[in-house]
């Protein structure tokens, strides 16, 4: 048996903050890569394909490997376009957005 690969996405959603027009701030989402994210001190992270929550893995390890993320709900990866899970699916199920997305 194949050892199990794992799943590795090396972009995410960062929440960020943007002015409103009329003033204030509404929070936005915001496609980035996971190292920068990481450099960045963002603090809330989601999957950008369908919005579940995802795990940040790899961020201690030796130098030239990248920081990614993968899906904490297995469920999410049978169903997100990014997921594993369902790139690996044969039985044509097609993507849909996480049932527990972070908001
Ligand atoms: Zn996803």
């Given at each position: ?53 995802v795990k940040i893995l ?12 993968e899906?904490k ?31």
């Open positions: 048996m194949a050892t199990a690969e794992r799943e590795k996405m090396y972009e995410c959603e960062v929440k960020r903050r943007r002015v409103k027009e009329g003033g204030g701030y509404e929070p936005f989402w915001k496609v980035k890569k996971v190292v920068d994210a990481l450099a960045d001190a963002d603090t809330e992270f989601r999957c950008k394909d369908c919005g579940g929550e790899g961020k201690t390890s030796k130098t030239g490997a990248a920081a990614f993320v899906h709900r297995p469920a999410d990866a049978e169903f997100c376009p990014s997921g594993l899970a369902f790139k690996r699916a044969t039985d044509g199920r097609e993507s849909h957005a996480s049932a527990h997305p972070v908001n």
